[in-house]
Every structure is written in structure tokens, then in C-alpha cells.
């Protein structure tokens, strides 16, 4: 009796982290995004922040379709996916549902919009382009600037920004502000051994 209570107390103890970890369609992947993310963003380029980010969006399943149209691994919306490939020639030939055309757009996309952001921590400025890609860079501009005039350090998404709605819905806003937390805090220690991540060490 005593032998069948320290199993049990064992598969109670290994059964949430065989829940939590990354699934198998990831590790088809990983080479790709890795060489995607270090092609773009140099060696320091945080791998485990864009596989969580994948792993978000449509849990490593190509031939994903949310119910609004937004598709493949990246979950680019059609207007998202043309614009992209009007900005990236190796992009053209926009291809959502193609893994590698994806991948490579998801990094492209992070990294514009993360030049375009400027934040007081690296891992701000992670947080507002997580915030961009879910829900547009106007929005996060407009965040920025209504925190500004409500006092707050336009600079810092966390504690600051973060509690901003500059006139999203609240589903919307709600659903947002869940994004980077998720991404970063939920997701991303699944996939500390692909490579550098952002914010964990802060």
C-alpha cells in the first residue's frame, strides 16, 4: 500500500510537467525558427520568446484557420500576410499555411515592429511589440500617449501602459493585455533550451 502511495504521489508530481510541455509539432520546427530568428535578429535573438509566441497562436498547427481568418502557424490575418509580402522580398510569395514562409514572416513582423517601439527595459519593448502584433501598432501608439497624459511612464508597458485602454472594446482590451503575459510568462519557459528569451532574467 505503501509502494502504490509513493507512485502516486510521483505521477502527481511528473503528470502537470508532461502537461506543460512543448508539444511534438514544435520540435519539427525548432531548426527552422531558430535559423530564422538568428538570420534576423543575430545570435542574441530571443528563440524561446517567438516558439512561445508560435506555440500561442496556433499551438504549432499549420493549417490553422481561427474563425476570423487568420492563418497558419503565425496566424496572419489575409491584409497582414499581403502587406508582409509587399515589405520582404524572400516573403513574396505569401504563403501563411507554408511553415518556413511563417516562421520567417512571424520574426520579420516582430522585429518591425520592435524598431518601432522605444521602452525604458528591453523587456518593455518586447511586451509592446507582443501588444502590436496582437493588436496593431496604432493601438499601442495611442496607449502610449494616453498614459503619458494620465501620468504614467509611456516608456514601461508593465505597470504602466499595460493598464491603459485608449478606447478598445473590453473583450478586445482584455484580450490584448493577456497576450504578452501569456507569451513571456505562461509559455516561454517551455522553450528556455531553444535559445535566449526576454524578461525572464529581469
Not at 37 to 49: H, Q, T
Not at 160 to 165: F, H, L, R, T
Request: aromatic share 12%; charged share 15%.
Amino acid at each position: 500500500m505503501q509502494i502504490i502511495r509513493r507512485l502516486m504521489f510521483v505521477v502527481a508530481l511528473i503528470c502537470p510537467l508532461i502537461a506543460q510541455a512543448e508539444p511534438q509539432a514544435a520540435k519539427l520546427y525548432q531548426r527552422e525558427l531558430t535559423r530564422n530568428s538568428y538570420a534576423i535578429g543575430g545570435l542574441n535573438a530571443p528563440v524561446a520568446m517567438f516558439a512561445s509566441q508560435v506555440h500561442q497562436e496556433s499551438q504549432w498547427n499549420v493549417t490553422a484557420l481561427s474563425h476570423v481568418g487568420a492563418q497558419g502557424l503565425a496566424q496572419f490575418m489575409p491584409q497582414t500576410a499581403n502587406w508582409i509580402a509587399t515589405q520582404y522580398p524572400e516573403l513574396k510569395t505569401n504563403q501563411p499555411f507554408n511553415p518556413s514562409w511563417a516562421l520567417r514572416a512571424l520574426v520579420s513582423y516582430d522585429y518591425w515592429l520592435y524598431q518601432r517601439i522605444h521602452a525604458v527595459t528591453d523587456c518593455d519593448r518586447w511586451a509592446f511589440a507582443l501588444s502590436a502584433y496582437n493588436g496593431g501598432l496604432g493601438w499601442v501608439q495611442r496607449d502610449k500617449r494616453k498614459a503619458r497624459i494620465q501620468g504614467l511612464d509611456p516608456m514601461s508597458y508593465w505597470h504602466a501602459v499595460e493598464s491603459v485602454n485608449s478606447g478598445r472594446s473590453r473583450a478586445n482590451f482584455i484580450e490584448n493585455r493577456g497576450y504578452p503575459k501569456r507569451i513571456i510568462y505562461r509559455w516561454q519557459p517551455l522553450y528556455l533550451h531553444w535559445g535566449n528569451s526576454v524578461c525572464l532574467d529581469d
